[in-house]
Nanobody
Framework: QVQLVESGGGLVQAGGSLRLSCAAS????????MDWYRQAPGQQRKLVAR???????NYADFVKGRFTISRDNAKNTADLQMNSLKPEDTAVYYC????????WGQGTQVTVSS
């Protein structure tokens, strides 16, 4: 079992920054690939960024150069640093991993005002 808890969402003006954090339970965190997804109203959930167990990162084109995913295996956390935020980044952001099955956090709201 893996439990994921997100934090750090909120309201920010366009051009601002937020840092999201995902805290994971369990002793196997270092073996897990960790993802951040987002879902805007009326849209499908989309992959934003991924970090492998070895630290390799991948980003969706719409956040490249603005967002950075990182992990701290000692703290069992995976963070998403979001800079140069745009109104179109407004969404609920979810932490996700797979260990035999999908695990999702409860989501954290990010709202970017213009």
């Amino acid at each position: 079992q893996v439990q994921l808890v997100e934090s750090g969402g909120g309201l920010v003006q366009a051009g601002g920054s937020l840092r999201l954090s995902c805290a994971a339970s369990g002793s196997t965190f270092s073996l897990l690939s960790m993802d951040w997804y987002r879902q805007a109203p009326g849209q499908q959930r989309k992959l934003v960024a991924r970090i492998s167990s070895g630290g390799t990162t991948n980003y969706a084109d719409f956040v490249k150069g603005r967002f950075t995913i990182s992990r701290d295996n000692a703290k069992n956390t995976a963070d998403l640093q979001m800079n140069s935020l745009k109104p179109e980044d407004t969404a609920v952001y979810y932490c996700h991993t797979i260990r035999w099955r999908d695990y999702w956090g409860q989501g954290t709201q990010v709202t970017v005002s213009s």
